[in-house]
């Protein structure tokens, strides 16, 4: 245990600078990223950390995460139903659960989603409710089979 808070204390101490919201070039785009990051620092900071780097083996990252980048649906159905089993992020196996935030509307995890997508050296503009209900929609599609 001792090894462990060495180790956290560390880590909190060589703080890098990171690309954030004042890159962000689209202004409707920097608008949802400013709520997004409220948003973030609430909802999901506390596990991913503010720069998104996530925990050791316990959290996988988020920034310039190769499993995050690849499927922006995929994300959205994450940070509304959660996560479980093995999950492999830049060549990390990872295996603890997420849980989910069904509280959020679709515009809340529009903003969380165009925060994440577009820091941290992301670059992939706005992803708006539509595209978050579309993501949620046609996931309950595949559920009534
Ligand atoms: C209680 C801790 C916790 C919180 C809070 C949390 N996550 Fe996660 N997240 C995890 C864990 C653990 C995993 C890996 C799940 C697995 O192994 O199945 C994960 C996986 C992910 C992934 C896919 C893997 C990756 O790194 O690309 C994304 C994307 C993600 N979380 C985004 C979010 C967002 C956005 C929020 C806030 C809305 C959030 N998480 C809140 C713990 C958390």
Known sequence: MPILLAFLACSASTEEKVPGIQEIQDLKTKQYAIQGQQLYLTYCSN???EDGSGLKRLIPPLRESDYM????ARTIRIIHHGAQGEMTVNGLVYNQPMPGNPQLTPLEI???S??????WGHQKGIISSNQVKEALSAESDL???
């Open 143 to 145: 559920d009534v089979q």
């Open 114 to 119: 165009t925060y994440i997508y577009n820091v």
């Open 47 to 49: 596990c991913h950390q």
């Open 69 to 72: 980048l690849a499927d922006v």
């Open 110 to 112: 529009a903003q969380i």
